[in-house]
């Protein structure tokens, strides 16, 4: 076999990390853009966003219209107005779809742990039925103090009518 000119060859049997030469990608932790997401999803879903936005609109209307002409950068069609929203609702809806998939995520978990969690509870609970009713049993077959009391009762009777008149005093 021919040497590998250049250095040592790295083992074939396992993928390569990065190709080199060409240009990486930047990296990312998924975890964090996930939080991130979330907090802008939750942000987006509440009453305080859309009264930010509606007056950053009225802001932008009333900035373009009322205002002189040389310091206006957006005429009347208002297509940058346009273009910002449409951009806002693009990034928005990834966003939140991230956001709902990763709490569908933790719901999911959450629900396989609350059914582990009742299969438990059910056997356990199975289990001391089960317990319950081995104690019954068992009770049913030993001797209560009443009768017990009834018994000795009866014995003492019988011992007293066998004693003859003589042995009483």
Known sequence: M???????RARLD????????LISLPSYDPEAFGVLSERIARFLGTGRFIVWMTVVIIIWVM???????????????FIFLTLVLSLQASYAAPLILLAQNRQDNRDRVNMEQDRARSDRNI?????????????????????TRD?????????????????EPSEVL
């Open 147 to 163: 009768f017990i009391r009834s018994e000795l009762q009866t014995l003492l009777r019988e011992i007293d009518d066998r004693r």
């Open 123 to 143: 056997a356990d609970t199975e289990y001391l039925t089960r317990e319950v009713a081995a104690l019954r049993h068992g009770l049913g077959e030993v001797a």
């Open 14 to 21: 396992q993928p390569r990390t990065a190709r080199p030469g």
């Open 63 to 77: 900035w373009n219209t009322m205002l002189p002409e040389n310091v206006r950068f957006d005429p009347y069609p």
């Open 2 to 8: 021919a040497a590998v000119t250049g250095g040592a």
